[in-house]
């Protein structure tokens, strides 16, 4: 087969390259490898051989647990994802599309939402009625696909996601150049952003007077933490993640965690999804482990519910959950967990709640009284350092 | 020629099964003497007979039937001695006893003929007038044109008038052919023609004159410069005679000129101007209907098995039909062949030997049958222990069934098999794609063989792919036809445009594409025509649709008795799933797919009178099949590849569809040139696709080469629109008139 080189546009090239200049240096690493993407399509069409792009797996086959550092990484294998290929045609030209998309971002200096992308590449294929994408869904794999594949992060990509968690309590946190005091954000609190890099927040040991972080599961246990002026009384932060928790937060939690030194409690369900959603904090999330490194926090701790709430709090028998088959599965799946499995406390607790066969969450604990859960419970398992690791 | 009731007895069907008949009545009388000592006297029946015999006159006469007295007056040796009270004497019986005319016969017994009821008249009558058009045309060397004219004339009463361009008919013979039940040519010899016993036509006549008592009109012209002659004729069924009722029993004469056509218009009748032909008006009682069964499918099946005919069609509700012919070639003449001495049965061989006297039995076997050379018969003569120089008249009933016998034992060469005239396997293709649409033809013709004695040869022709004209019409050719239609209604217009389209069918597209089905063509918005042509091409219109078959002997299309016949029985037992249709076990192959098949020889087996079916003999059906598979073989590469095809280009489509955007994409992010990406990628996809090319099918052979099968001389490959038959375009061509 004869090569032929296929020229690039002159113009095109002098002008990327005085966008490139403009660009900051994390961009231009990003920009790098997004036209090594699109090169290597090119050398592939010259070459007359099957354009394709090897993606790590994101899967638990490919995902390893260190136990010295305490997180899930991830491995080595990877999926080969090719244009000639009837099965994947379309996953590969979806990968160019995002690709590209992003590098518009990156040229303009701007960030959108997933959704946001989602409709920027969203468009009917010419001469067909097919379109690129159908649902947010389809487009947000392929962004995580690319994301493993450029090495390169969300944020890095320009890209967010839709806000979940807040933040209340007493630091300081400069967002955009802007002071805000989370002691002074009301019963609404401060919304944790999806991208909270150092560009866009910085966090300063000096403005920060909290002594450590709780973390409860959702928006409502948080109100109540939130309007019993928990973080006041006990000077700390207090974030909630809308169950699982967003990059965000944990990204957040991680720069608290490492930068201000505080320590993390959580206080979640007593159901499998509660401790999974301990797991992820802890160890980071199997689907995206090549972010682990920058998000797990080994050290967070688990002060509730436990299995044995129920007969420490006395808590009445209506507030009781029956589990249901796929709580059971759930349960066994996570008690086998690498990283769990050589725990006994998390053993025993496991085996605790699948022997109680029902699950127990915070607001359970209000049938005790209202506040019982902020004024009683959690100071109660501070003070007692009664907590699962 | 008058008919020699005793010349084929064994043949004819009507008499072997009457014979049975009297055998069982428990007629002790040798089978076939009777036939050999007196045949003139047995001339009850009408329908050529040796040993018929008071069968009819049992139906005829029901008074005189009486199980002690036989009807034809024998002594009853074993009457019982004590029994009950004798009602009527020899004597008295014997009085009442007479001739009967073998119309007389057939009036009683119309539906022998096919004229059962009115819609089979209506048919029949159009059938034998043509078929006897066809048989004149062919037997004087002419191309064939036909007008069959059919018009309501109130109540349920119709005017069928049908000509030809034939050689016409001599003046003193015309009343006889069309007045007279068995008067003909074709029933003495043994040749492969259309009609065989000479009942039809004069039939018909006599069936209209029944019903409605109009004569039959005949007018007919034997040369330009010659008078046309013009007769209006009704049978007598007492004596099998015809009356003529024109010009004082004599009819008229039209002298040729400038006044011709004038003075035919004052008889009121209808005539194409032509230097020679023939033509019937018949007026009878009768049901025009479509569909199955009806004078217009009967028309469209014989114009795709006689290629070389031109059919000028206009029905009761004034609109037309033409079948231009294809084929400017007449089909090889047959050959008259004399019997083969395995196909004639004891009773017959002693009529042979009574109508030759004179000659010694060695003589007479190789002068009366084909492939009996001097030596066989010697042989014959020396297993039946007769002196090959016996002399015929010495050998009697006894002799004559060794005879029988000797011939039976004795291997005798198979009859010679250039006497059968097929269409031949081009003819079949150019018949079928002028009249059913397709995008793929196959024909096969097989060698000649033979059953008990007789010729026959198996003809099958496939046309696959009925519909597909429709989903490969463009815009601008829907745009087009939908400004020449004449439709009132979209419905209407799509059953009338695209043949082989079904009511059925189209409602789905309708539906499909959500117009309303009394929306007006006229009427359509450019947006809908295009939502219209999309749903056209979207909706699977074959699903639910089986294989058509179209049954022939003799060139003539079998309509009725499906089930019963050789044809459609081989057609179900052969396995169509190898070769690419759909078929439920025991069913028709699914599938736009036509089937024609052509039954052809001297004798055709008939299951019955009414020539509805062929007869299943086994040679026939080893035949039929190994025919069906030779096509079938055609056909299932054909589809397999077209499959194949389809796969391949649907492979290539998703590739394309996104190397368009792989290619934008690209070039955003590094800026290269997207028109030369894009054209490196299609070479790639292209090679991609292309080493799938070249796979193997599923049976892990290597696909033939669609090129190869269409060199072949016996397949048809067209462009599906380009199809003569495929669309109906509303301004009819010019017509071809000679």
Redesign the interface.
Known sequence: MAKTTIRRKRGAVAEAKEVAAKLSPRDKKTMGSIVGLADGVVVAAEKRKDPAVDIPARTLSNVRYSPRKGIIEMGNSTNRRQLFDLAQAKAYMRTMLVASGCKKLLLQGKSTSLRGMYYMLKHTIEGTKENTFDDQEESDTIIEDVEVLLGSLREELHLYAQKKGDLVGNIIINDSSYDIDCSRMGSGGYGIPSIVEPEVIKLDPKKCDAKFVLHVEKDTVWQRFNEDRFWEKQNCILTHGGGQPTRGIRRMLYRLHNELKLPIYCVLDNDPWGYYIYSVIKQGSINLAYESQRMAIPDVRYLGLRSKDFERCQLSDSVKIALNDSDRKRAKQIANYPWFAKKRDWQREIEKMLKNDFKLEVESLISKDISYVTEQYVPARLEEKDWLD | MLLAPSSFAGENRLAVKRSKKSTKRGTRRPISTEGVEEPKQRRRVAAPSTNGDGHAEDETDDSAADDIAETNGEATDDAPTKGPKRRATAQSMAAKQRDISVSEFFAKNRHLLGFDNPRKALLTTVKEAVDNSLDACEEAGILPEIWVHIEATGGDRYKVGVQDNGPGILKKQIPLIFGKLLYGSKFHRLRQSRGQQGIGISAAGMYGVQTTGKPVKIISKIGANKAAHYYEIQIDTKKNEPQILNGRGEGVEIPPGKNEQAAIAKHEIEWEPQPHGTRVTIELQAKFVRGRGSVDEYLEQTAIANPHVTLHYKDPDGESRDYPRSADRLPAEPKEIKPHPYGVELGRLITLLHDDPNSTVAQFLTSTFSRVSGQVARKICTTAKISTRASTRRIGRKEADSLYQAIQATRIAAPATDCISPIGEELILKGLHQVVPGEFYAAATRPPAVYRGNPFQIEVGIAYGGQAAMQHVTKELLRELIEETDARTIRQFLIHTFNGLGSEAADRILKESKLGTRQSPSGLKPKEAETLLAAMKGVNISEGQSMEVLRYANRVPLQFSPASCAITQTILGTNWRSYGLSQSRGGLPKGPVTVMVHVASVWVPFTSESKEAIASYPEIQKELRLALQAVGRHLGTYIRRRLKVKQQSD?RQ??L??????A???S??????RA??YD??L???K??TADADVKLDDRGRPIEDLAELEKAENVLIVDPTAAPAAINRAPTEPETKT
């Not at chain 2, 955003?668 to 040139?673: F, G, L, P, Q, S």
């Open positions: 492979r998703i590739f569809r996104y190397l368009g955007e792989v934008t994409a690209v955003e992010i590094n800026a290269v040139d030369a990406l490196q990628l070479s790639v996809a090679k991609r």
